[in-house]
């Protein structure tokens, strides 16, 4: 078990602003790669295996069947993860080879269903990984029925040396990416068939992939529990880290296989992972029939239920037992937070106070907007998959020079969806506005002006449209930017000398931000929510919240519930934990921390929505290295 120490503390880093947190902490004190971070929760993860164009998903009935399986997980509110393999080849006794696959040119009934299949189970919240992409090697017969997919492992074969090499991996791996691409499918993760391959193999998957659904067989301890990397990933562009995780209780094969798996299970209280086949659950199934007598039919495909009365199902049975036992079942989202991703590089000797993260091309993506001397500069985001592919080179989308005393933010002035750069003159108050249009800002003009010394400038979403809230010397400035015209209205709201404000959306009913407020005399977080009319009502203590004394903290919605959580990087140890708002002025923490990641005491935390998925990521940015580290979230905001 992992070992804890209380300790006071200090500094946190909210949207790229620098601000001391002094509240009573945790501190983890081991940060090896793995060291059972699942032991004691109780946490149970199902996995279908080997599903592919063959075999029992080869015809109408066989996917339907499939499909009933699936439908029954998703009924007891079980997340799920589907091991598909992209192409299936088997050589027949005829000598005929039979192949298939999500990538066919000119696909028939068969594979257009199966990649529907998939799409509505992505939809309904299954994990889709890619299980090799052929599952098989060799274009002749062997003995050992290697050429057939399913039974052959694809790579460390030990007679084809071709198949140990970096080359044939990712050769292998890009098949696959295309083949999910092209089917409008989004993998989460990588498992080499049979867990078969080498060493330098796993380097160049994990530089494809940040979630590797399978042990590292070359790690201590890797076959029970997660084990996380904070190493630089190589192969293409460079990326950082990856995170394994293996399935101990490995899979079903009968009915004494499954008492042995919930004995284990009573006993135990580690990571209750493992795999299944759907087709075990083919013979308890029974086609629903039409009033004329004939099939039912959904979607082209023939719908299948479980037979009433029948108690063979492996699957309920395992479902059942393993809630009877008090399991929680999880998704990789849910034990992995984030998802190791890009790394972007910036111009060096950037400092962080230069950088900005915000959509200014209107892709939906969040690009990175560098300040230097006499111009900005944007890098184009775009973090689809593969992570290791090259970005879009920097561009020039402003020549201008701001003064030392311009503070600068992206903020959509005009509302039309892309943000904008506004420039706060500390000093005179002048507010001066760059536009965002098509791959540049418009020349700046001068829009208004605030009181001066303003701090912990920050956008605010409302009802009436962007605007802007701040810290003055009497309390607190809100600014309306309506019609790209600046007013402002002053408060007495009573706030802690030392306090530090941030917005975020906090209530799932109110599309308004409200305000979040960190003191760190009173080593206090509290809220001031949002009451129409532009009023705030007094603060409130945030409780279930704890930041170590080097913690940088974060505000964003990491699971897309509409309402902001918290998030507190400890950058010296790499370990990021998250403080999911539960409403009613309660932040209760995830049961896994993120990590270690990104670790090094010089690094700071930003936060964003790099991916466009309504769920903000998180990222890491080195000065040394100019170098800007992404871990995704994929989190659900429904259990």
């Known amino acids: 078990m992992k070992r804890k120490l209380w300790q006071q503390i ?5 949207g790229g602003v620098l601000a001391t947190i002094g509240l009573a902490a945790y501190i983890p004190l081991n940060t ?25 998903y080869n015809t109408l009935e066989g996917l339907g069947k499939l499909r009933a399986v699936m439908t029954y997980i998703e009924s007891e509110h079980v997340p799920f993860h589907v091991a598909v393999i992209p192409r299936r080849m088997s050589l027949q006794d005829d000598g005929v080879w039979k192949e298939k696959g999500i990538d066919d040119p000119n696909p028939d009934e068969i594979v257009s269903a199966f990649i529907k299949l998939l799409q509505q189970a992505e939809q309904q919240g299954g994990v889709l990984g890619m299980h090799g992409y052929r599952h098989q090697y060799g274009e002749t017969y062997r003995s050992d029925g290697e050429q057939n997919s399913g039974i052959g ?12 090499e970096l080359s044939y991996a990712a050769e292998r791996m890009k098949e696959s990416l295309a083949a999910f691409a092209g089917a409008g499918l989004h993998p989460a993760f990588w498992e080499s068939p049979h867990y078969k391959d080498t060493h330098e193999q796993q380097a160049v998957f994990r530089s ?8 590292d067989l070359y790690a201590k301890n890797a076959h029970d529990d997660m084990n996380t990397y904070d190493t630089i990933n190589t192969y293409g562009q460079d990326s950082l880290g990856s995170v394994y995780v293996p399935a101990p209780y490995r899979y079903i094969s009968d009915a004494a296989s499954v008492d042995r798996m919930l004995e284990k299970a009573a006993k135990d209280d580690g990571l209750a992972s493992f795999y299944f086949h759907p087709f075990l659950e083919f013979s308890h199934l029974e086609p629903v029939m039409a009033a004329n007598g004939n099939p039912e039919e959904k979607d082209g495909i023939p719908v299948y239920q479980y037979k009433e009365g029948d108690t063979g199902s492996y699957l309920h049975k395992l479902i059942t037992g393993f809630k009877k036992l008090d399991y ?14 890009h790394r972007v590089m910036l111009p060096p000797r950037t400092k962080l106070q230069n950088v900005m993260l915000g959509d200014v091309t209107g892709r939906g993506h969040a690009d990175v907007v560098v300040r230097q001397l006499h111009r900005v500069l944007v890098i184009p985001g775009n973090y689809d998959m593969p992570r290791n592919r090259q970005q879009e080179a920097s561009q020039v ?65 409302s009802s009436h449209g962007m605007g802007l809230i701040a810290k003055g010397d009497k309390g ?45 005399k009173e ?85 964003a929505d790099f991916d466009g998925n309504r769920k903000m990521d998180i990222s890491s940015y080195n000065e040394t290295e100019h170098v800007l580290d992404l871990a995704l979230s994929f989190r659900s905001g429904t259990p």
Request: charged share 25%; hydrophobic share 35%.
């Open 10 to 14: 200090g500094i946190g880093i909210v």
């Open 32 to 56: 090896e790669m793995n060291d059972t971070p699942n032991i004691g929760k109780r946490h149970a993860m199902i996995r279908l295996e080997d599903v592919g164009l063959g075999g029992d």
């Open 153 to 164: 492992s694809e790579f460390n074969i030990k007679d084809a040396p071709e198949t140990q």
């Open 208 to 215: 494809f992939v940040g979630l590797m659904y399978q042990p």
């Open 328 to 341: 929680r079942w999880m998704s990789l989202h849910d034990i992995v937070p984030f998802t190791p991703a």
């Open 397 to 461: 989308w402003l020549r201008e020079t701001f003064m030392p005393d311009e503070s600068l933010l992206l903020v959509d002035v005009n509302g039309d969806g892309k943000q904008d750069l506004l420039a706060y003159n500390t000093e005179t108050g002048n507010v001066r506005v760059a536009i965002a249009d098509k791959r540049q800002f418009l020349p700046v003009r001068t829009i208004g002006a605030l009181p001066i010394g303003l701090s912990s400038v920050r956008t605010l979403r």
């Open 476 to 520: 607190l400035v809100q600014v309306n930017l309506l019609n790209q015209q600046l007013t402002y209205t002053e408060s007495n709201t009573k706030l802690p000398e030392d306090a530090e404000i941030f917005t975020a959306q906090l209530q799932e009913t109110d599309k308004d931000d409200d305000i979040l407020c960190v003191s760190h």
């Open 523 to 607: 080593k206090r977080v509290s809220i001031m929510y949002h009451q129409g009319q532009g009023g705030f009502a007094d603060p409130q203590t945030a409780g279930g919240v704890s930041f170590g004394n080097s913690d940088q903290l974060l505000v964003g919605d990491t699971n897309g519930d509409g309402r902001g959580d918290l998030i507190a990087y400890t950058a010296e140890t790499g370990i990021w934990r998250v403080f999911q708002n539960e409403g009613e002025n309660h932040f209760q923490p995830l049961d896994n921390e993120f990590g270690p990641w990104a670790q090094g005491k010089e690094r700071r935390a930003m936060v």
